[in-house]
Structure formats: structure tokens, C-alpha cells
């Protein structure tokens, strides 16, 4: 399978874990200033992001949906609302950020209907053909391997089954592109730090930003691993982009 300049990204270069465990151990550290800094730093734009991402799936009503990369469960929860399947799982690499959403979802009497699992988007702990829809949410940038984590969720979605990927993007037009340069390569690391003390999580998320495939190069990746009718929209001056595609 084909290496992308992304997958060599990390959060500590000088690291010899490899980049799933560094980012693992990466979002275990910040876990419990995540939402918080979610909300803060994007305004609260990123809630709408996920809500315009799940009406992408109502086409399908989707019974069973798989959330990869779930982190905190925003998208599980959200999915819950606007999609109302019978059941959710959602999978995380990261025990800290699992943690944080079992918490919310038992606060919100959801337990019945979502689960959280430890999970690697590289193996899928589920048989083929299980799922009617799959969510990645700001998660796929985090894969190790691009092409092998896309080819798992193929496998687990049913024939007719949809996937929705929300991913950061870079805008295109000058005075945002500017902007957006300096709110991600100073602003954001330096808000990071004061309130998570981790500063390398947010100067990764510019650098792994920086050099993933986006748009049209991402379709054409979803396109080699075999998905089919896709298409994606940017949004928000293509700051975030929706990627979605059919088995």
C-alpha cells in the first residue's frame, strides 16, 4: 500500500514510539482538556461540522454505525440525535479519550444504544459486511497507514453501506489562508500549552494538516480503495472538508 507524507508525522520526532502509540499517548495526556479546547479554539463551529457530516447519512438510515477515531463520542452523540440507529460503536486507540466519553454517555442515559471500545481503525475487531454506515471524525489524519485503515472500514461496511470522513483542510482563499496560517502555527500551540501543557499536540495537528491529502487527492484515495460515488464538500472557507463514499 502506498506511503503518504502524512503518515510520517508524529508528535515527537525525537521519539522512537512508533506514530500510533505516540498519538495514543498524545491524547491520553490531553483527554481531559479536549472538549474544552475543541470548543474554545474553534468557536463552537466544530459542532456544526459534525452535524452537517451526519446528514450526509440519513440517504442510507443507518441501523448499525461504526464511529472510528471516536475520541470524547461527540459524533456518536450527535449520531444518537440526527440519525437515531439502533446501535453505535465507537473505537479509540486512546483509553483517556474513551474514558472522558463513557463518562458523557452515561451522564446522557445513552449507554444502551452506544459503545465504546479500545480499538485500532488498522484491525477492526468486526466481521465483514457489519455496519450500514462509518463515521471518522478529525481521526483519519491520525492513521498510520491511510490505505489500510480505509480498506478495514470498506471491509466492515455493508454492500450499499456509506462512510463519512470529517477532516481539517486548508483554505484557499489569500486573506483566510493567511490567517488561518497564523491561528495554527502560533495561536493554537500556544493555547494548547497553557491549558493541556502540551504544546507538540498542537503543533501536530498543523504539521499532520499541512501534509494530508486533501480534497480531490483524498477522493482519489477513497477512489483506490474501492469506494465508490464519492464526493466531498468543503466547508467553513475549506478550513474542514466532508469526504464521503460508498461500498
Known amino acids: 500500500m502506498a506511503k503518504?507524507?502524512?503518515?510520517?508525522?508524529?508528535?515527537?520526532?525525537d521519539s522512537k514510539?512508533?506514530?500510533?502509540?505516540?498519538?495514543?499517548?498524545?491524547?491520553?495526556n490531553i483527554a481531559v482538556k479536549y472538549d474544552f479546547l475543541n470548543?474554545?479554539?474553534?468557536?463552537?463551529?466544530?459542532?456544526?461540522?459534525?452535524?452537517?457530516?451526519?446528514?450526509?447519512?440519513k440517504e442510507v438510515n443507518?441501523?448499525?454505525?461504526?464511529?472510528?477515531?471516536?475520541?470524547?463520542?461527540?459524533?456518536?452523540?450527535?449520531?444518537?440525535?440526527?440519525?437515531?440507529?439502533?446501535?453505535?460503536?465507537?473505537?479509540?486507540?486512546?483509553?483517556?479519550m474513551l474514558n472522558i466519553g463513557r463518562n458523557k454517555i452515561?451522564?446522557?442515559?445513552?449507554?444502551?444504544k452506544i459503545e465504546l471500545l479500545t480499538g485500532d481503525s488498522e484491525a477492526i475487531k468486526f466481521e465483514d459486511n457489519y455496519f450500514d454506515a462509518v463515521t471518522v471524525s478529525f481521526g483519519v489524519r491520525n492513521f498510520q497507514h491511510l490505505e489500510k485503515g480505509l480498506s478495514e472500514i470498506k471491509r466492515v461496511l455493508k454492500p450499499?453501506?456509506?462512510?463519512?470522513?470529517?477532516?481539517?483542510?486548508?483554505?484557499?482563499?489569500?486573506?483566510?489562508?493567511?490567517?488561518?496560517?497564523?491561528?495554527?502555527?502560533?495561536?493554537?500551540p500556544g493555547i494548547g500549552?497553557?491549558?493541556?501543557?502540551?504544546?507538540?499536540?498542537?503543533?501536530?495537528?498543523?504539521?499532520?494538516?499541512?501534509?494530508?491529502?486533501?480534497?480531490?487527492e483524498f477522493i482519489?484515495?477513497?477512489?483506490?480503495?474501492?469506494f465508490t460515488k464519492t464526493y466531498h464538500k468543503p466547508l467553513t472557507f475549506g478550513i474542514c472538508s466532508i469526504y464521503c463514499g460508498k461500498k
Open 220 to 226: 482519489e484515495i477513497l477512489d483506490k480503495t474501492g
Open 62 to 96: 443507518p441501523s448499525t454505525l461504526l464511529d472510528v477515531a471516536t475520541g470524547t463520542a461527540d459524533v456518536a452523540i450527535l449520531a444518537c440525535e440526527i440519525l437515531n440507529p439502533k446501535k453505535i460503536i465507537g473505537i479509540d486507540i486512546s483509553e483517556g
Open 39 to 57: 470548543r474554545f479554539l474553534s468557536a463552537g463551529i466544530d459542532i456544526g461540522w459534525r452535524k452537517k457530516g451526519l446528514i450526509h447519512l
Open 193 to 216: 500549552k497553557i491549558f493541556s501543557k502540551n504544546k507538540n499536540a498542537y503543533s501536530y495537528l498543523d504539521e499532520s494538516i499541512k501534509n494530508f491529502p486533501e480534497g480531490k
Open 4 to 13: 503518504y507524507k502524512h503518515d510520517n508525522i508524529v508528535p515527537d520526532k
Open 106 to 112: 452515561d451522564d446522557l442515559k445513552l449507554s444502551d
Open 160 to 188: 450499499g453501506g456509506k462512510l463519512m470522513i470529517l477532516e481539517f483542510s486548508k483554505p484557499r482563499m489569500p486573506l483566510i489562508k493567511i490567517v488561518y496560517s497564523f491561528y495554527m502555527k502560533i495561536f493554537t
Open 17 to 28: 514510539l512508533s506514530k500510533k502509540e505516540q498519538v495514543a499517548n498524545m491524547f491520553d
